[in-house]
């Protein structure tokens, strides 16, 4: 009966992968409201983040986090310290997928928590009550970087036109952000992408009428090939699932 238990009890336990084991100190606020409709898109180019896995379990960055959006789709855990009267006790800690832009505010000289070279999270306001309490408006944590876990492959949601394609990738597991993409299609050779803004992706090389391969790269340098991941008749505007993820 005891080992019986003892299963249970680490089958039950969510297992965090730690991409740095160090704890670092910031700060965090929340802002929309608890159906999360004002943390939809943003400035890492997602889109619906509800149809798009993340749901609300999101976050902004401060300047000195978002590294000028290839931070986009990191994950991190969250806790909330050193506040007794506003953090909740025994809350444990939240994990969020950064999918947004916390701008600075030079005009104002107190309250700038976004402001270089702070290092702060604006959550969602359903992240923020799961470790402290609504009233609190801005709390101190402690973070660190945590490896991302997606389900389903990656996705590659085409746009542009017939003389530029622009690729958002999304739902990317693995340390989450993507640092360097080639596309590739059935009639060409690996083609490098450039970054266009948060993480969408560019090249001006004529490519409808191909089926399209990508080498996706992150932060970490682990690299995936999706080989033929948008069939040759694919469509601007629709998504496609690479069928495997980090």
Known sequence: ???????????????????????????????GDMGGGATMKGA??????????YGLATTALSTALFNDGLTCGACFEIFCTNDPKWCIPKAGSI???????????????????CNPPQKHFDL??????????????VIPVRYRRVLCSKLGGV?????????WTLVLIYNVGGA???????????KTQWIAMTRNWGQNWQTGIVLTGQSLSFQVTLSDKAMIEFDN????GWQFGQTYDGGKNF
Do not use: H
């Open 95 to 113: 994990i969020v997928t950064a999918t947004n832009f916390c701008p600075p505010n030079y005009t104002k000289t107190k309250d700038v928590w």
């Open 44 to 53: 890492c180019g997602y889109g619906n983040l509800f149809k798009q896995g």
């Open 155 to 163: 996705k590659f949601e085409i746009k542009g036109n017939p003389y």
């Open 229 to 232: 991941a948008a069939p040759a």
């Open 176 to 186: 989450g952000d993507v640092n360097a993409v080639n596309i590739k299609g059935s």
């Open 1 to 31: 009966m005891a080992v019986y238990k003892v299963f249970l009890i680490l089958a039950m336990t969510v297992v965090v992968s730690a991409i740095d084991s160090k704890w670092y100190d910031a700060r965090a606020t929340f802002y």
């Open 124 to 137: 969602s306001m359903r992240m923020f009550t799961k470790i402290a309490y609504y009233k609190a408006g």
